[in-house]
């Protein structure tokens, strides 16, 4: 299994940016990489993918404000956070996705993920 480490979170007033990094130990080509949250008391949420060939998709709280990306080489996935909002918060984790009904991990073990909080 790829092993996938986060970064890049931190403390945020409403309306700031963020850009949080996610390093594979191994190459990620071939792979749909995702970026999934979870808030404090809530279920893990499902945030961004994007595919190996590129193409993007993101969860209708995110459109617009969020942009995923990929360095194959570099084996790193990242997501470019803006104009972030209280609601934005929680442990934000990477992992490799597949579709099935929606977008969910293949990788179950989890990172320990990056911490984003956006203060009002």
């Known amino acids: 299994q790829v092993q996938l480490v986060e970064s890049g979170g931190d403390l945020v007033q409403t309306g700031g940016s963020l850009r949080l990094s996610c390093r594979a130990s191994e190459s990620i080509f071939g792979y749909n990489m995702g970026w999934f949250r979870q808030a404090p008391w809530k279920q893990r949420e499902w945030v961004a993918t994007i595919r190996n060939s590129f193409d993007t998709e993101y969860t209708n709280s995110v459109e617009g404000r969020f942009t995923i990306s990929r360095d194959n080489v570099r084996k790193f996935v990242y997501l470019k956070m803006n104009n972030l909002v209280p609601e934005d918060t929680g442990v934000y984790h990477c992992?490799?996705?597949?579709?099935?009904?929606?977008?969910?991990?293949?990788?179950?073990?989890w990172g320990q993920g990056t911490q984003v909080t956006v203060s009002s």
């Open positions: 992992n490799t996705v597949q579709w099935a009904t929606n977008w969910v991990p293949l990788n179950n073990v």
